[in-house]
């Protein structure tokens, strides 16, 4: 079955760009929305981001002139950027497979294959 | 925006209890509305889509409805691996997608 895994630094410097890689294993990477959800400690849930196979992306307002996902098909793989980091954007990242459920809406419905989850710290 | 607001932010109940959990939308949403279970340190799981469409592979004694603004999540007769935080979810074409801010079932 599918899996996704996260990769990239534990700790990141105020002011700095966080990079994380999801890898993508067992499964079709078209026809889905490869997403970005963030967790703060003991907080809720955050939408990131979101690209689709053809390079198409959707941001959350909020985070929007800070962020970047990128999409590389060949090693079924997709990127996180987060820019000029700040101590709230400490949290665990998830990458998450979103689907529409075959209504090909072009944005996700629900996302029903996750990562274990990436704890970033912002410190200096 | 639309603000998802999720009600108890946490309850505890005993084994074989019905528990309900509900969110409310600011707006109406229609039936745009997913629930997910996390456990700690694990990822969430989507157990509810569209209000009431229940996942592939969850038990029944989980459940969903409600459309427009109100919307309920219940588990008909809790069990001991139930004890976890509930999230609701809601999606539109904006796209936007939003968390309530999550409601923690104990065990007593």
């Known amino acids: 079955q599918v899996q996704l895994q996260e990769s990239g630094p534990g700790l990141v410097k105020p002011s700095e760009t966080l990079s994380l890689t999801c890898t993508v294993s067992?499964?079709?990477?078209?026809?889905?929305?490869w997403t970005w959800i963030r967790q703060p400690p003991g907080k809720g849930l955050e939408w990131i981001g979101n690209i689709f196979y053809t390079g198409i992306t959707n941001y959350n307002p909020s985070l929007k002139s800070r962020v970047s996902v990128s999409v590389d098909m060949s090693k079924t793989q997709f990127s996180l950027k987060l820019t000029s980091l700040t101590a709230a954007d400490t949290a665990v990242y998830y990458c998450?497979?979103?689907?529409?459920?075959?209504?090909?809406?072009?944005?996700?419905?629900?996302?029903?294959?996750w990562g274990q989850g990436r704890m970033v710290t912002v410190s200096s | 925006d639309i603000q998802m607001t999720q009600s108890p932010s946490s309850l505890s109940a005993s084994v074989g209890d019905r528990v309900t959990i509900t969110c409310q939308a600011s707006?109406?949403?229609?039936?745009?509305l997913n629930w997910y279970q996390q456990k700690p340190g694990k990822a969430p799981k989507v157990l509810i889509y569209d209000a009431s469409n229940l996942e592939t592979g969850v038990p029944s004694r989980f459940s969903g409805s409600g459309s427009g603004t109100d919307f309920t999540f219940t588990i008909s007769s809790l069990q001991p691996e139930d004890s976890a935080t509930y999230y609701c979810q809601h999606y539109d074409n904006t796209p936007s997608l939003t968390f309530g801010g999550g409601t923690k079932v104990e065990i007593k």
């Open positions: 067992g499964g079709s990477f078209t026809s889905y929305y």
């Open positions: 707006h109406d949403i229609s039936t745009s």
């Open positions: 998450a497979r979103g689907t529409d459920y075959d209504i090909l809406t072009g944005y996700p419905h629900a996302f029903d294959v």
